[in-house]
Antibody
Framework: EVQLQQSGPELRRPGSSVKLSCKAS????????MHWVKHRPEHGLEWIGW????????KYAQKFQSKATLTADTSSNTAYMQLSSLTSEDTATYFC?????????????WGQGVMVTVSS | DIQMTQSPSFLSASVGDRVTLSCKAS??????LAWYQQKLGEAPKLLIY???SLQTGIPSRFSGSGSGTDFTLTISSLQPEDVATYFC?????????FGSGTKLEIK
């Protein structure tokens, strides 16, 4: 059974950074892209970007180019997203999601989401 | 970025009703549209991909149609367990963009 288990909620100060994890089970992360999505109730869902854990290739939506860094550790079957220079605009729930097919742009499995709160 | 407009934003229907949800793209996205169901406190679940393909394990009462700019998700006979928020995703153009969702409740 495919599962994506995300790390627990995070509270950070403005200006700091946070690294979120997404541990996959039931498949090898090198077989599919891993996507990351941001959700704020008042702004809806936003696609942050994806990583190909096979070779580390990444692609980011323009607005997240300098905000997010996607990495993957194939030995632990885990994907990561680091968010830097946090502001209140980064307060959101973040999801990882597996591409439905190797290079497809839609997702078949999602993590449960992790809440990041940025507050002084 | 392509804008995805979902309607209605809220829908209340009775068990057994045929329910139709709409998703409209601001430009042609061919067939590259997916529908998701998200129940409270749960991860989203893929229902339909490529506009009309039913994901494995999803009940056949769910169906999708459309191409280009206009798409529809239909639930042929609404069940109590279908209470959820439904949203669409276009992935024809980078970056993919999401609809704002339809919250479906039982009357």
């Amino acid at each position: 059974e495919v599962q994506l288990q995300q790390s627990g909620p995070e509270l950070r100060r403005p200006g700091s950074s946070v690294k979120l994890s997404c541990k996959a089970s039931g498949y090898s992360i090198t077989d599919y892209l891993m996507h990351w999505v941001k959700h704020r109730p008042e702004h809806g869902l936003e696609w942050i970007g994806w990583i190909d854990p096979e070779d580390g290739e990444t692609k980011y939506a323009q607005k997240f180019q300098s905000k997010a860094t996607l990495t993957a550790d194939t030995s632990s079957n885990t994907a990561y997203m680091q968010l830097s220079s946090l502001t209140s605009e980064d307060t959101a729930t973040y999801f990882c999601a597996r591409s439905r097919a190797y290079y497809s742009g839609d997702f078949d499995y999602w993590g449960q989401g992790v809440m990041v709160t940025v507050s002084s | 970025d392509i804008q995805m407009t979902q309607s209605p934003s809220f829908l209340s229907a009775s068990v057994g009703d045929r329910v139709t949800l709409s998703c409209k793209a601001s430009q042609n996205i061919n067939k590259y549209l997916a529908w998701y169901q998200q129940k409270l406190g749960e991860a989203p679940k893929l229902l339909i991909y490529n506009a009309n393909s039913l994901q494995t394990g999803i009940p056949s009462r769910f169906s999708g149609s459309g191409s280009g700019t206009d798409f529809t998700l239909t639930i042929s006979s609404l069940q109590p367990e279908d209470v959820a928020t439904y949203f669409c995703l276009q992935h024809n153009s980078w970056p993919g963009t999401f609809g704002s969702g339809t919250k479906l409740e039982i009357k």
